[in-house]
């Protein structure tokens, strides 16, 4: 079945510093990959996409993603965190069959000042 | 002008009682969602319209009904409460052909069963 997997449940980095949060998919065509963020009582933002083209994808909040087909990832990139970063961090696959997006376990980012 | 909007915020009732959450969108999409996010913050699908008709109901207690009344609005009915259905809900709107798009989201309603 097609899946998301989210290895890190907690990340924590310093405000300034880069982030990575790890997102592996399990899926047999090309996936169509989304991540999402998620304040704090908050509703679920989307950040970027892909779907085709450049492997490497801008969102906004300074953030990017880079789909590597032969490792099966969509990782998250920051160069410097910023201490309103701290949240929620949701990958996504896009399964089809009814327009169903499956998220991962998601990954809880903290910064520290 | 809120794109997903749902209702309420919060709900807190006793066990056994019958609530509903209201969601609208105004963003002209055909497709709408309910999700539920568990205490560990784990969101899973519940129930998927399109234009009306349901399309996607996954293992949900028959306690849990949506209700369409037109494409700009899905309705959560959850009759019997139970604790175990303490969460947030959230709601989200999409194109009828979303697999470029994503999904939007409403903030959310968080019901706590007491």
């Known amino acids: 079945a097609q899946s998301v997997t989210q290895p890190d449940i907690h990340i924590t980095v310093s405000e300034g510093a880069s982030l990575e949060l790890r997102c592996n998919y399990s899926y047999g065509a090309t996936p169509y990959l989304f991540w999402y963020v998620q304040s704090p009582g908050q509703g679920l933002q989307l950040l970027l996409k892909?779907?085709?083209?450049?492997?490497l994808v801008q969102g906004i909040k300074g953030f990017e993603a880079e789909f590597k087909r032969s490792q099966s990832s969509f990782n998250l990139r920051k160069p410097s965190v910023h201490w309103s970063d701290a949240a929620e961090y949701f990958c996504a696959v896009f399964t089809g069959g009814g327009n169903k997006l499956t998220f991962g376990t998601g990954t809880q980012l903290k910064v520290e000042l | 002008d809120t794109a997903v909007s749902q209702t309420p915020k919060y709900l807190v009732t006793q066990m056994g009682n019958d609530k509903s959450i209201k969601c609208e969108q105004n963003l002209g999409h055909d497709t709408m969602y309910w999700y539920k996010q568990d205490s560990k913050k784990f969101l899973k699908i519940m129930f998927s319209y399109n234009n009306k008709e349901l399309i996607i109901n996954e293992t949900v207690p028959n306690r849990f009904s949506p209700k369409s009344p037109d494409k700009a609005h899905l309705n959560l009915h959850i009759n019997s409460l139970e604790l175990g259905d303490s969460a947030v809900y959230f709601c989200a709107s999409s194109p009828l052909f979303s697999s470029n798009y994503g999904y939007t989201f409403g903030s959310g309603t968080r019901l706590t069963v007491v």
């Open positions: 892909y779907f085709s083209g450049d492997t």
